[in-house]
């Protein structure tokens, strides 16, 4: 882990720990991930400028300038486009009152422009874009959702295979 991550986390001194790769797809992540109060203390405050100053620190490419361009392109219009077109050639079938996730999305955008009620789980404290529906972790597991997008998350996952066990649950089954 990282030292912003041993900082901000469980705020001690950097913990090493294995990174695990699939042979098949390439998906990296670390043996040791971080328990829900870890995660919550990591996000606390996420991207002000005592996070980015600690990340500087280690990272000095890491700047807020950095962040925003690539948030600018995960987020942008044309991913958004991308998205939509992708549900709206019958890749899934017509549903009325469609419910959308974005599980780990920050504000939502990425969804905002889709058809349906949508919906943001994210623990970073970002507010959502106008009409979209802030969740709660327990809000997220006690409901079933049309489509679930989960861009930029899996990577940060303590168990990956885990949280996509859990998100493949939230989802609406159709015939």
Known sequence: MTDVTSKRAWGGDVEYTSTYMCGSCGFAFHGRGLSELEVRNYYSGYRDDEYYAERHNYEPFYTRAVHDAVDSFLGGEPRRNALIELFNNNC?????????????????????????????????????????????????????????????????????????MFLSKRLRAYP
């Open 92 to 164: 899934i079938p017509e549903i009325q009152n469609r419910r959308i996730l974005d599980f780990g999305g920050g504000s939502g955008r990425l969804i905002q422009n889709m058809v349906g009620d949508k919906y943001v789980y994210d623990v970073s404290g970002e507010s959502p874009v106008d009409g979209v529906t802030q969740l709660s972790k327990k809000e997220v597991s006690d409901s079933k959702f049309d489509i679930l997008v989960c861009a930029q998350v899996l990577e940060h996952a303590t168990d990956p295979a885990g949280l996509a």
